[in-house]
């Protein structure tokens, strides 16, 4: 999903459009305790809360932070929020000894998630045909405007992938790279039920989980939720030669 993490310099610039000048001057100065090397996602916490209380996050995510509503945005937002909580906290001098690995670690797992969920979910949605669901090919959904089933926006956050059978019924794909399958099955259910009341009308919703190992947890939840389908997915990689560039010799300047 190019382009859809949170950048500190949009939110600068949004705030300074919708007349937050002053709160915006008091996040670039503000005050970062010494402990704390990356100030970034401190800063980005202080603007969720400052979008958020003024009524703008809506745009904001709209405009910058199109991956706010993904289980990745949810995490990120947590994290920003601990984040910032963690530097107040230290400046007034509590948990001074606190450890903030796990949080720079998180960080750079969801940084690594975008790009390889995206990945996964582009090439999913461009061989759905080639890609078997039980005994049905599916096809990507296309709604009467035109918004292809890719990212598929609902109001309870945006589908990875929606599809649908030869019989007009439907399949939800939910992307597990990171998260557990308690919050994986939980979101699918969600989508799937907004699906049913929807667009489904008579047909029926399906979902579909596409994980790179299904454990045992996943596959006792997934038994009690009718029309799950889990699915595994593999990265391969292949390395080939590559010739190197042959040196040319020089003759100018040579006798002859």
Wanted: net charge negative; glycine share 8%; charged share 30%.
């Amino acid at each position: 999903m190019p382009g859809a993490g949170f950048r500190i310099a949009a939110a600068y610039a949004f705030a300074e459009q919708h007349g937050f000048t002053a709160e915006a001057a008091a996040i670039r100065s503000l005050t970062i305790h010494l402990s704390i090397t990356r100030p970034a996602p401190i800063r980005k916490g202080c603007f969720v809360v400052l979008f958020e209380d003024r009524g703008v996050i809506d745009e904001f995510v709209a405009q910058h932070w199109p991956a706010r509503h993904t289980t990745s945005g949810e995490k990120r937002r947590a994290l920003f929020l601990r984040r910032k909580l963690l530097n107040e906290r230290r400046l007034r001098g509590e948990d001074a000894g606190e450890d903030a690995g796990d949080d720079l670690e998180e960080e750079a797992e969801e940084a690594a998630a975008f790009p390889l969920e995206a990945q996964l979910r582009d090439f999913i949605a461009g061989n759905l045909s080639r890609i078997p669901v039980g005994s049905k090919r599916l096809s990507l959904y296309r709604a009467e405007s035109g918004r292809s089933g890719v990212e598929y926006p609902t109001a309870v956050g945006p589908i990875d992938i929606l599809s649908v059978d030869p019989q007009g019924n439907f399949y939800v794909f939910e992307l597990k790279l990171e998260r557990g399958p308690d919050r994986a099955l939980g979101q699918l259910a969600r989508y799937m039920g907004w699906v049913k009341v929807n667009l489904a009308k008579a047909k029926s919703v399906h979902g579909v989980v596409v994980a790179s190992s299904i454990d045992e947890k996943l596959r006792y939840a997934a038994c009690v939720i009718p029309d799950v389908v889990l699915l595994e997915y593999e990265v391969e990689f292949r390395l080939r030669d590559v010739e190197p560039i042959s040196p040319v010799n020089d003759t100018k300047g040579t006798d002859t």
